[in-house]
């Protein structure tokens, strides 16, 4: 079936660090892919999204490159900041009819002064 | 910016009794689903609603579970004779029309306790 992997964390960083949060897919033909960010106490938001092969998404200084190659989509950002202290979901939704998403187990973040 | 709105936040109930969870979607949305999330595991889907019928649910929603959209702007997720293993957080989304270019929207959750 459908996966997403994310790399594990906790993942501390220090503010203006370079972040990278790596996340691999096994699904049949072409996926949509998207990262979703759930800050402290709050829902899931979509970040960026790619919905075809070498799409780049990107959003708030993020961006994610649809790589069908690798079946990967990582997360980056050139310079993180407190604010972005979070935890971040990789999902896919499969190619096809099915509408629902398969999330990775997630990856939390934290940005240090 | 429209927003998902789920109540409540919080809901404690003891074993064995049902309990109702609430969504209220985006007003132009078509698309409903639930979501749930166990402690320290994957957001995992459970259901998804169109046109005022199940369209695809997983192996999760049992018959424990149902779904109704008992008016026009409300969407409910039921669930009889709860377990503890029904702890989690549980997630509303809704997105406007079918297709991989339109992202779900989710709300804040609502926090499942049984006791």
């Known amino acids: 079936g459908n996966s997403v992997t994310q790399m594990e964390g906790p993942v501390t960083l220090s503010e203006e660090a370079f972040l990278t949060i790596n996340c691999t897919y096994t699904a049949t033909g072409y996926p949509s892919l998207f990262w979703y960010v759930q800050y402290p106490g709050e829902g899931l938001q979509l970040l960026l999204k790619a919905t075809k092969a070498d799409d780049k998404g990107s959003n708030k200084g993020f961006e994610a490159t649809y790589r069908k190659e690798t079946t990967s989509f990582h997360l980056e950002k050139g310079s993180v900041q407190m604010s972005d202290s979070a935890v971040y979901f990789c999902?896919?939704?499969?190619?096809?009819?099915?509408?629902?998403?398969?999330f990775g187990k997630g990856t939390k973040l934290t940005v240090n002064p | 910016e429209p927003e998902v709105t789920q109540t409540p936040s919080h809901q404690v109930t003891q074993m064995g009794q049902e309990v109702i969870l609430r969504c209220v979607p985006i007003?132009?949305?078509?698309?409903f689903y639930w979501y749930r999330q166990i402690l320290g595991q994957k957001v995992e889907f459970l259901v998804s609603?169109?046109?005022?019928?199940?369209?695809?649910k997983s192996e999760i929603f049992d018959d424990q579970f149902s779904v109704e959209r008992p008016d026009g702007s409300n969407f409910t997720l039921k669930i009889r004779s709860t377990k503890l293993e029904d702890s989690a957080m549980y997630f509303c989304?809704?997105?406007?029309?079918?297709?991989?270019?339109?992202?779900?929207?989710f709300g804040d959750g609502t926090r499942l306790s049984i006791l």
């Open positions: 989304a809704s997105s406007g029309i079918q297709g991989n270019n339109q992202p779900q929207h």
């Open positions: 007003s132009n949305h078509l698309y």
């Open positions: 999902a896919l939704k499969a190619q096809g009819g099915s509408e629902k998403l398969v």
């Open positions: 609603f169109y046109n005022n019928e199940i369209s695809e």
